[in-house]
């Protein structure tokens, strides 16, 4: 690519009423009561396109975040991620209201068999003219895996064993069973399509099992763009090996963190036969952006006042698989020395401010940290130092919504764009032409393997 | 209901190339090419809404037909049923331009867990406030079942128990997991919903496990408005157990099978303690309407000129499971006593027209015959009577679409509206309300034992 390296926006939002920023649903100026219509996300994806957006990016879980105090009943009582409705049912509405704007969305490799995700996948595709991307995850919640027949959570390890399997198939449904020409569209002789290039799969892994052939002609992108979100071991292997972007969640005052994750995981890619350019970074950020800067703390210390720290610590219980419930909030942080719940506190406290005393300190610090708040100039210099330092993008995490989109897109996004570092426009294509100028995955992919 | 017996009216489409009536794709004046797309189905779905119609009714296949000369090619070259894209996926962008046409989908089984399933239902009743009706299937076709993990289709017993347990698993889900007033919205207080009145399910049965709770609060509808087409005795079975209306598909010259089966499955629903009024019924037609008869002749003779005899052969022969290609085109249809294909030929020679000689004759004669042809008056003609004979609705084949509909829509409803048998606007509410005048399912269906 010959154009200068932009700044990448999506904004990130989940069809849930809580998502991030816990407690924050009970106020007048957001839509998150709203969530089982379809009107704000129409609305939404409006405002996202007209501010030059890449995407719309929607996280899901499927299970109850249920760590916390050893049951969901916070999670349930603060709408923290449950009731939680399907994403993807979101999207054609929001695409018929748009033209350029991509849909990232977050699908489970233990919620449906790829036979029939796959289909979902090309239909969508198809539907949206190539603006889809899958955001690739393994479930982390025991109670998913319940609920879905694998009578609990299988192992870390398992869950990543059959993520490989599941893109595999995929890969064959999408990108090889059905040759480019196979589609005649004849009217004249009355021919669809050349039943000789379209091919079964065969696939018979330890997980899954396929005949084929897929049942969707090829979509624009074939295969949606990849996304994925591992920070483990077995995380950035699988990312680096099949992922095009990849979403970091590093606190936000550690930069230096995320420039290492990036050039970890380009590494990885390397040793996959993939080329550093194959890959863009997205960390996430939750802007909280003023006229001036005392105009967004004051927003900041709104938005403070009405945080949950019960649900924002049974979010974080259930993402880690620790109670921390069953800590005294009370208890001085130097105590937390040799624990099994060692790690989770010890993240917490590295990017603590100084002067944090007790684990209550903790998890209210842990929250007010999550916000970038100022003036949109100070915001988009916050930006532009990240995307210097080696990340690619944003996924921005709203307070209220589409307020936080609305702030940010009218004060930030101009000065981006002043800066040439936000597109003012959309280029033409797919969403993979978008981000990486060609509407497919490349050679050096492992999809491109199970070519014809 | 006091309110006289109106007819229902559904528009019956797939998203793929070519429906029921085969090799018409290829005309200039139908929008079958643009499947992939979702304005000619937001447009479908605003020119069913200003005609009154109940509901588009979206069918699926999730495999080819491939028993016609012993594989899949010709479905693949006639675009017959194959490519198909997932149905569900239309709804929303269909939704969001309308307000009180009801869409009824199609799922397999098979296809999905229904632990997933359900929450796309729930998720869809949402978005549409209460239009979603489910057409449930059990898959007939024997790639559906190598495709997705079951090593080959599962008997056909075996497939109703699945569908059995299946319809237990989605009731616990969807009627029994969340109480009535779980969700409590309380923005003052600061409390989304009520953890003592949500409630796994704990299904532990002989196909499916599930934990539970379900993921979604309560849609409009709950469970949505229930569909079924099963004419075996399974299938009867199964639909005076759990159907609320019945798709019956009988010969359009054969009104008095037609009330028979509708007798019987009415007979077989009071033995599982249903009332006669908590189900409907909707008969398949293909309606041709001209201004005159003359007219709609003119324009049956092109179709009846277009219409493919191979597609057609490959779809009966993938829907009964016998390669009606074995059979030589020019046999008499006198020789055909003792055949292990009997039953299938049996009944397309019981409904030809007297002097149909050679199979070849009766395959066109047997496509010819699903056309209902004549002028509005002549076709509200023959609706009036099926209703009259205790028939509730009609599952309208296009021939082109929308064309076919919009003959129907302009010609045949206003006569029928005019006598009092088609609503001329829409009652307030769901679905369920629009066709039962009630938005939940009734006490005495199986899915009630399910509540708390």
Redesign the interface.
Known sequence: MTEPRRILLNAFSM?C??HIQQ?L??RDDTRQ?EY???DPW?DLAKILERACFDALFLADV???YDAYHG???TS????MQ?????P??????M???TEHLGFAFTSSVL???P??FS??L???D??T?GRIAWNIVTSYLP?AG????Y?GLPSHAERYERADEYLEVTYKLLEGSWEEDA?L?D??R??????AK?HKIHHKGRF??????H???P?PQRTPLLFQAGSSEHGRDFAAKHAECVFIVTNRRRLKSAANIVEDIRRRAARHGRAPEDLRFFQGLSPVVGGTETEARAKEAEFLEQL?TEASLAHLSGSVGVDLGAIDPDRPLETFDSEAMQGVVKGLIESAPAGTRTFRDLARANMAGQFLTGSAEQVADVLQSWHEAGVDGFNLVYAVTPGSFVDFAEGVVPILQQRGLVQRGYRPGTLRDKVFGAPRLPARHPAAGFRR
């Open positions: 069809n009423v809580s407690g649903w009970v009561l089982t219509s379809l129409v499927i299970g109850l049951g969901p009943e349930i009582r603060e709408g449950v009731p939680v409705n399907d993807a049912l979101l999207i054609p509405a695409a018929h209201a919620q449906t068999h036979f029939t289909r979902q090309s239909t969508l198809h539907l003219r109670n319940a609920s879905l027949g009578g589609v569209r009217t004249a009355g021919i669809y399509a050349d039943p379209i899954y099992e396929c005949e084929g052939p049942l969707s002609e979509s949950s």
